[in-house]
């Protein structure tokens, strides 16, 4: 929805996502749609919503910016992205034009995602569904399957999945990675930092059934990729990216200091 909102309606001239649209379920887009239209709402209720949408657009901005640069950058032949839910990458990034993209989650989300994009134009040289349930499922068996070669650079793309995640899990995954990445590798990571706000948006998403599971400080990040073969190159909270972008980001990311990304090479 943020992706949305802010598509052709940013201070941010390297942010576009004409996919996020397309990609929403339908009463999410009707919700995107009331926005853009300028009505005002009505009640306070529909006015804190406006101004929480419109926050997260901004945060949206703000996150897909450093991320996409981050994915340039590598300029791998293979891109994983982990918990793909609605990400509209390998629809819109003209650079994946040689790049084929592993698409993993759960076969459900990938089912509604395989309906939604046949409208889409692809970008990518190749999209692979690669359906796995965490909870069962190998994640090295699913890669492996959809033709994944770990003789090749890979970039692997983990954003907003591992603040659900517990350290054990988060371990797991990372121990496949490892396995399946060559020098030149690249792993980039969205993670939550211990921080006040944290513990507000802690209880209001396990309300929702998404309760946090895992946070780090830059320093244990730092040593935990270094665990698993991975030098950090990039860390940086979000308020720092946004002030790097226009007044109106910075301005809307100024309080997102728990929400962190991170850039990792493979180490030799």
Known sequence: ?????????????????????????????????????????????????????????????????????????????QLVIL???????????????????????????????????????????????????????SLDDALTAAGHDPALATTWLWEGVVMYLTPADIEATLDVIKRRSVSGSRLIVMYHSPALMLRLIGLIVRR????????FTADTMRALLARYGFGVVWDADMPTIGCAMSAEIAQATRRMKHLRIVTADRLL
């Not at 009640?43 to 981050?70: E, F, N, P, W």
């Not at 929702?208 to 946070?215: A, C, D, K, V």
Request: proline residues 5%; glycine residues 8%.
């Open 1 to 77: 929805m943020g992706r949305a909102v802010a598509h052709g309606a940013t201070t941010e001239s390297r942010f576009s996502d004409p996919t996020a649209l397309a990609l929403l379920p339908d009463d999410a887009r009707a919700i995107v749609e009331r926005f853009r239209s300028g009505v005002a709402p009505k009640g306070i209720r529909g006015r804190l919503g406006h101004t929480y949408i419109d926050k997260l657009s901004k945060v949206m901005v703000a996150r897909t910016v450093a991320i996409d640069d981050a994915v340039r950058e590598a300029s791998s032949l």
């Open 83 to 137: 918990g793909a839910g609605l990400d509209g990458r390998a629809w819109r990034m003209p650079e994946l034009g040689e790049t084929t993209v592993f698409e993993v989650d759960h076969p459900n989300t990938q089912r509604e995602k395989r309906e939604r994009v046949a409208a889409l134009s692809q970008a990518a040289r190749d999209v692979r569904f690669t359906p796995v349930d965490f909870t069962r499922d």
């Open 208 to 215: 929702i059934g998404e309760p946090l599971r895992s946070s």
